[in-house]
Each structure stands twice: as structure tokens, then as C-alpha cells.
């Protein structure tokens, strides 16, 4: 399932916790395809707490507790880690993430924690959900067969790998839009993993964020820039992104197309995913103007200068996911629409 639509499951399961409708949920999915940042979105989301259990770093008594004696009887001191009203909130997000790198012997100890919401005498607040997240076997991870008496304990989603949401979260996340543009440019970059030859450095959504940064840090530094990228991202991937990026110096006046100057699209492909990225980025920015309709709008104006048509349907769309519904309402909405009516499918989703 596609991470946006996962959002959403995650946000409704959350919400079925304290409606006592809720089920735990587990994410399959290759390293580095954001499982981790979906839980702490929703969690963000909704202004609360998640506590990220490593059940591979665990041995069985960690779960269930210290014994003591009390009376005669012996007690268990519930772990502090465990979700608590009065110290983590009356709603939250319980995490284990890993899980499928737990020996069977802990796994087995969260099996009532996970069902019934229990373990022992300590029961888990009624607030909070319980998310799950692992590798599959064959990603090479250190991962053991989920016992059939856990698996059956969660609703399970895969973790699918979709550039457009990818966008929507880097857009968001202020990633570097010259990132944005080369994945555009190179969809097939976004994820490239071969568990076969258990590369070290990989394209995954993840690694992108490390591009970024890199891109950050070393764009000064022409002789570090390259290897920079390559640790993050791999050889290969790490090379291309150099060498798109040294070719955009050949953009078009971004600032004269914002303005609402008549500027011709660049001929050559990747420069026109470039400008696209970019333009959005600036659609995105404008939101902070006292008028941003009136950028907006020359953007969407220079969305009919591209030769390919599509590409002005990609940055709209990409637009439409960033601004939301205020964009139909601008005049040059319509006119772009009209013109390209006959290959638009418009994208809600």
C-alpha cells in the first residue's frame, strides 16, 4: 500500500484506540522506505508520544519486569519504558519497531502485550495504539519468521515505494529541490535495492534525506561534493545526481518566471524537471506572501511553455498536493485546465 494511504490507516487505527475499535497494526517493508517516519507523522499529527521499543534489544524479563517480593508474594515491577497516563499522556503510540530482529523467546513476551493489551498486572492506557514495523526476510536484515501466534495478533500492510508521495513528504520537509527534480528526472532512483549483492549505500527514500543534507554541507566544496553523495546514496546514483545538478546552471530566471515574464521552457528534459521542482517550491513559499495567488498564478500560466504537456500536469499536480484546493480556485487554473483537458487525470489522492 502506498505510503499516503497508509498515513491514513495509521491515523484511523490511532483514532480506534480510545473508540475501542483498534488493531494493531505491523508494517512490512525493505529498509529505508520510511515506515519509521509514517508512525512519527502520525504522531506529530496529533501532538503526542511515541515510545520506540526495540524488541531486538531485549531479553524476555526486560518486558515483563523485575520480581520482588511483597508480603509473602512476589510482585513485578512494571518497566518504566511501558506507556504510563501520568508520565507519557492519556494518548500515544506504542513502536515496536524491529520486531522481526527480536529473538522468538521476546517475541513470545510481547505476545499479550500486543493482544490484549496487557502483561501481567500492567495493562496499556486505553489511548494509546500499537504500531509495529520489520523487514521482510529477504532484505538481508537480521530478521527472524514472525511466529504464526504474533503475526496473527496485527492487521499487516507493505510498504509500498510511490515517487508522488515522496514529493509530497520532501516538499514538506524542505528537501533540497534539486533532489526532488533529479528523482522526477530518475523515478527509478527513488528505491534501488538488490538484496543479492548487500550493497552498503543504497537509493531509498531514507538516503535521499542523507543526499540532502550532503548537498547542504559540501555544495562549496566541489572536490568533497561527489564522494559526499556517494556515501549516502550509493556509486552510481551518487554520480548522476552530481552531474545533474552541475547542469542547472543552464536554468531559465526562475525569479522572471515567478514575476510573470514571458520565459521560454528549456529544451532539454532534465532542466525542465528542474524548473519544474523549483517552481513549486516557490508556489509552496508564496504561501507566506500577503497575495500568493498572484505567483501561483504566473506559475501555473508557465505550466503551458513546457513541450511536453505532461510535465506542466506533474508540477500542477505536485502543486494541488502541496497547496491543496485553494489552487482550483485561481483563474489561470482554468485556463491551464482547458488546454491540457484532453490528457488530464487529475490526481486527488
Avoid at 524548473?275 to 508556489?283: D, E, M, P, T
Wanted: net charge negative; glycine share 6%.
Amino acid at each position: 500500500m502506498r505510503p499516503a494511504h497508509l498515513l491514513v490507516v495509521l491515523e484511523k487505527e490511532f483514532k480506534g484506540a480510545f473508540a475501542g475499535n483498534h488493531t494493531p497494526v505491523m508494517l512490512w517493508g525493505p529498509p529505508g522506505v520510511g515506515k519509521s517516519e509514517m508512525v512519527s507523522q502520525v504522531a506529530k499529527d496529533n501532538d503526542v508520544q511515541v515510545i520506540d521499543i526495540r524488541l531486538s534489544q531485549m531479553e524476555p524479563s526486560d518486558l515483563r519486569g523485575i520480581p520482588f517480593r511483597e508480603n509473602g508474594s512476589v510482585e513485578w515491577a512494571v518497566p518504566a519504558m511501558l506507556p504510563n497516563v501520568e508520565r507519557h499522556g492519556e494518548t500515544g503510540i506504542l513502536f515496536l519497531d524491529e520486531i522481526t530482529s527480536a529473538a522468538p523467546s521476546v517475541s513470545a513476551a510481547a505476545y499479550q502485550l500486543i493482544l490484549d493489551r496487557r502483561l501481567g498486572q500492567y495493562d496499556v492506557p486505553p489511548g494509546w495504539a500499537i504500531f509495529a514495523a520489520g523487514n521482510r526476510q529477504g532484505d538481508r536484515g537480521v530478521t527472524y519468521t514472525m511466529p504464526a501466534p504474533l503475526a496473527n495478533r496485527f492487521s499487516h500492510f507493505e510498504v509500498d515505494i510511490n515517487l508522488d508521495d515522496w514529493v509530497a513528504w520532501a516538499y514538506a520537509n524542505d528537501i533540497d529541490e534539486r533532489v526532488i527534480a533529479f528523482l522526477r528526472f530518475r523515478p527509478d532512483l527513488l528505491f534501488d535495492f538488490d538484496p543479492a549483492h548487500n550493497p552498503v549505500a543504497f537509493p531509498s527514500p531514507r538516503s535521499w534525506e542523507f543526499a540532502h543534507r550532503a548537498l547542504e554541507k559540501f555544495s562549496e566544496r566541489a572536490d568533497l561534493l561527489t564522494g559526499a553523495l556517494q556515501a549516502c546514496v550509493g556509486p552510481a546514483a551518487g554520480v548522476e545526481l552530481n552531474a545533474f545538478i552541475s547542469n542547472l546552471d543552464q536554468m531559465p530566471d526562475l525569479e522572471a518566471i515567478v514575476n510573470g515574464d514571458d520565459i521560454d521552457a528549456p529544451k532539454e528534459i532534465d532542466l525542465q524537471y528542474a524548473v519544474a521542482s523549483a517552481l513549486v517550491g516557490h508556489a509552496i513559499r508564496a504561501k507566506k506572501l500577503a497575495d500568493p495567488a498572484i505567483v501561483q498564478g504566473n506559475i501555473l500560466s508557465y505550466a503551458n511553455k513546457f513541450p511536453q504537456r505532461e510535465m506542466g500536469v506533474m508540477m500542477v499536480s505536485d502543486m494541488h498536493r502541496a497547496i491543496g484546493e485553494d489552487l482550483f480556485a485561481l483563474p489561470e487554473f482554468a485556463n491551464w485546465a482547458d488546454k491540457i483537458a484532453d490528457i488530464m487525470i487529475f490526481d486527488h489522492a
